[in-house]
């Protein structure tokens, strides 16, 4: 490898060590500068459900719950629609489940699901029961995917 990387002029470098198995990726890539998938699970939850950029010690509590799994994607979900600061808007049920859409399926509710879910809300349903059929759908594991983190 050193001779073919010599014949193109480039030097060989070293390699990137790597992880012991079971170990989680933490921090920024050493290869591209990304962040892993955690953070950025937890950052999306900040800008979609809160509109805003994570502080510093939030951040540190939800990621490394999501690494030492101690917290599932469920439950960093709920700890943000649950949260003080997001029940302080006091949104309506329409805007409520918008941002459901929007957080767990990562898109804009089409008008039959707006509408079932409206209704099953005027219908008795609590809103942590609509947050659980969000947070247990298939879309919303694929975003955990995504991200690398386990939905729970």
Avoid: M
Avoid at 11 to 17: D, F, K, L, T
Avoid at 77 to 106: P, Q, R
């Amino acid at each position: 490898f050193t001779a073919l990387c010599a014949s193109y002029g480039i030097a060989r470098g070293n390699g990137i060590a790597v992880p012991a198995y079971g170990t989680v990726p933490t921090g920024s890539c050493s290869v591209d500068g990304r962040q892993d998938g955690v953070t950025l699970f937890v950052t999306r939850l900040y800008k979609v459900c809160l509109g805003r950029a994570p502080d510093a010690d939030g951040l540190r509590y939800w990621t490394n719950g999501l690494w030492s799994h101690a917290n599932s994607g469920r439950t960093a979900a709920y700890g943000f629609v649950f949260s003080d600061e997001f029940t302080a808007h006091k949104y309506d049920d329409t805007a409520y489940v918008t941002y459901l859409y929007s957080a767990f399926l990562d898109r804009k509710p089409d008008a039959a699901g707006l509408a079932d879910w409206l209704s099953r809300l005027a219908n008795g349903y609590t809103r942590e029961q609509v947050f659980d059929g969000f947070v247990g759908s298939t879309e919303f594991t694929a975003i955990c995917n995504r991200y690398g983190i386990v939905r729970g």
